[in-house]
Nanobody, 117 residues
């Protein structure tokens, strides 16, 4: 069974940085694309960034140039480096398997990112 555990969220001021981590188990990690999603209060969950098994990346326009997704296949970890944070980045962030609008595995608990203005 796939298990995803996110960590690294915090309360930060606008302009600050955070690095989110996601530990995956129960999958052949190295052959799967992985993605980060976020859900703000009252809004639908959205795909933020994805990374293929070989390291190709894709980002939603609103985070391009500010966020960087990366992965460590040996450790089965995926990361999201978030710079120049804005209040509109406030959300619960989740990782999941795949690169589409809907994750392929059961969602983890997520990690809360709050950006104050």
């Amino acid at each position: 069974q796939v298990q995803l555990v996110e960590s690294g969220g915090a309360l930060v001021q606008a302009g600050g940085s955070l690095r989110l981590s996601c530990a995956a188990s129960g999958i052949i990690f190295s052959i799967n694309a992985m993605s980060w999603y976020r859900q703000a209060p009252g809004k639908q969950r959205e795909l933020v960034a994805s990374i293929t098994y070989s390291g190709g990346t894709n980002y939603v326009d609103s985070v391009k140039g500010r966020f960087t997704i990366s992965r460590d296949n040996a450790k089965k970890m995926v990361y999201l480096q978030m710079n120049s944070l804005k209040p509109e980045d406030t959300a619960t962030y989740y990782c999941n398997v795949g690169s589409g609008p809907v994750g392929l595995a059961k969602w983890g608990q997520g990690t809360q990112v709050t950006v104050s203005s």
